[in-house]
Every structure is written in structure tokens, then in C-alpha cells.
């Protein structure tokens, strides 16, 4: 590879990760923006919990921490915090009476449904303006990075 392909490259590099940047900064604020549609006391990481726990049922700490990269006392503080808002219910493990399993309200589940089928069709509104081809190719793309 030639020195100018070397800086052409390393430009277009730099420019993906300004890209990434602002699309961290975007998802971050959509999170927040969610979250506060659910309830207006509600945090973007404690919004990660709970559609986590909408999606998955009942579920541990453990469990959760484990999905979500986390620790298992900082889930425990997120849920204690979802609890007190009314969006989630503990229960007793079953097979471990110990143990606690989490679970979003059914008031919970149909405000993040609701949100989330508004958010999906925001994107696919923005992508039906793009073609097939290039829709398909920053599907590959994405799927190459990951």
C-alpha cells in the first residue's frame, strides 16, 4: 500500500470514528429521551435494565448483569430504583427461595412496546429513502465491524 493510500485510509478511519461518536452521543440521548417517556424520573441505564427485563420475563440479578455487562450490585440498585417507580415487581425464585427474579409491570411492558414500535418505525422511514443495495450494504458492513 502506498503512503497516499495509507493517509486516505487512516482519513476515512478518523471519519468513521468522529461517525461513531456521534451516533454514541445520539443513542445516548434517545435512551434518555425514552426513558422519560416511560416515566419522567427514569434514567437511560435503568431504561437499558428494564426493556432487558421486558424482553426476557422474569429474570435474576445475575442474569441481568451477565446480559448486560455489568456488575451485580449495580443492577440490584437500578431495580431497587425501577421498583420504587412502579415498573418492576420482585418475586421469589422458585427454585431458589433465596434468590429474586425481577419483572416489568404490564404497565411497563406496553409504554416500552409502544415506544420501541415508534422508534423502529423512525428508522424505517430514514432507511426506505436509501436503496436496497445501499441498505444492504450497511447491513454487511455493520455485521463485518461486530
Do not use: C
Not at 424520573?41 to 428494564?50: C, D, I, P, V
Not at 415498573?87 to 421469589?92: E, K, T, V
Not at 412496546?113 to 436509501?130: F, G, M, S
Amino acid at each position: 500500500m502506498s503512503e497516499s493510500d495509507h493517509k486516505r485510509i487512516d482519513a476515512a478511519i478518523a471519519t468513521v470514528e468522529d461517525q461513531f461518536g456521534v451516533l454514541a452521543n445520539r443513542v445516548r440521548e434517545n435512551l434518555q429521551n425514552q426513558a422519560t417517556k416511560v416515566h419522567p424520573e427514569l434514567q437511560a441505564g435503568s431504561y437499558k435494565l428494564l426493556m432487558t427485563i421486558a424482553r426476557g420475563g422474569r429474570t435474576s440479578a445475575g442474569s441481568l448483569a451477565e446480559t448486560l455487562h455489568s456488575d451485580k450490585s449495580v443492577i440490584s440498585r437500578q431495580a431497587k430504583v425501577l421498583e420504587e417507580l412502579g415498573l418492576i415487581s420482585r418475586h421469589a425464585d422458585p427454585r431458589d427461595g433465596r434468590s429474586t427474579l425481577f419483572e416489568a409491570t404490564p404497565q411497563a411492558v406496553e409504554r416500552i412496546t409502544q415506544i420501541q414500535a415508534t422508534r423502529r418505525a423512525e428508522l424505517y422511514e430514514r432507511l426506505r429513502t436509501w436503496t436496497t443495495d445501499e441498505v444492504e450494504t450497511l447491513a454487511e458492513l455493520l455485521k463485518r465491524l461486530v
